[in-house]
């Protein structure tokens, strides 16, 4: 998936960023069935918590990628330390915008199927299964139990229990990776996450077939940490920022709103 550059103004000029994730070389990875993929910009307890409940309640083939976004030696050493089978750590330096970061994760998942999931989810029980299931659907590319429907515009979505929404929210979305590397990925130059999550799940919709909500999944929700620890008028900017860019490209593709289309 080719990034591209963008321009970043500062005190000494402007200057050329790449926007694909720069990623050491990995193992060679072992093929599962499912990687299940997040990433990491700090919060320790938090990654814990999340790794805990995936080595205890996955009960499929599964890998559990970690994309290291912290820039922080002390994490990196903590992940260094949590060696295990099926655990790998992908370390991004410098950092990089959240949609290359989970591009990245994606180019390296050894999994069919991709779950990401938030670092704030915690597993209660066996939630990737029914979302294997979900997408053994020919006709479903994304999956997951929080679902978001707009009634006629795609610029205010709300939370619909679905089954057909227009999106997955990016607590916990499943996808195949095929198609995910078919559409491109994310957009890479969505850098905060707000937003990403509906404009990936339109770029895998686009190419033809649904979202799926998921309902019932053993999942917690916990604290945002990243949402938290944004001051609020920086969040504000980097969310207008990323509905801007999102509604130049979609702003008119009414045909993507399953509320429109259908009364399912």
């Not at 949609?99 to 050894?110: D, H, P, Q, R, T």
């Not at 915690?122 to 429907?149: H, I, K, M, Y």
């Amino acid at each position: 998936m080719d990034g591209g550059w963008e321009i970043l103004d500062g005190p000494e000029g402007s200057e050329l960023r790449p926007l694909k994730a720069n990623a050491p070389a990995m193992d060679p990875a072992v093929p599962r069935a499912v990687t299940l993929l997040t990433v990491v910009y700090g919060w320790k307890p938090d990654a814990e918590r999340w790794l805990l409940s995936v080595f205890t309640r996955c009960k499929a083939d599964f890998e559990a990628l970690v994309v290291d976004n912290s820039g922080d030696a002390r994490i990196a050493g903590w992940l260094e330390g949590r060696a295990a089978e099926r655990l790998r750590v992908l370390r991004l330096d410098p950092p990089a915008g959240f949609a290359a970061a989970v591009n990245a994760g994606i180019e390296a998942a050894a999994g069919e199927i991709c779950v990401l999931f938030d670092t704030s989810v915690e597993l209660t029980g066996d939630a990737v299964s029914p979302l294997l299931q979900a997408l053994a659907d020919p006709t479903v590319v994304v999956a997951g139990p929080f679902g978001l429907r707009s009634k006629d515009t795609v610029k205010e979505f709300a939370e619909h229990p679905g089954p057909d929404v227009d999106a997955i929210e990016g607590y916990c979305m499943a996808f195949r990776r095929s198609d995910a590397l078919a559409a491109g990925g994310m957009d890479p130059k969505f850098r905060f996450y707000r937003i990403a999550d509906i404009d990936f799940s339109f770029r895998l919709r686009d190419r033809g077939g649904r979202a799926r909500v998921v309902s019932g999944l053993p999942l917690t929700r916990h604290e945002h940490r990243l949402w938290e620890a944004t001051p609020p008028a920086e969040r504000d900017r980097l969310s207008r920022r990323n509905l801007y860019r999102f509604l130049d490209r979609w702003r008119t593709r009414f045909d993507l709103l399953v509320g429109q289309n259908s009364n399912r």
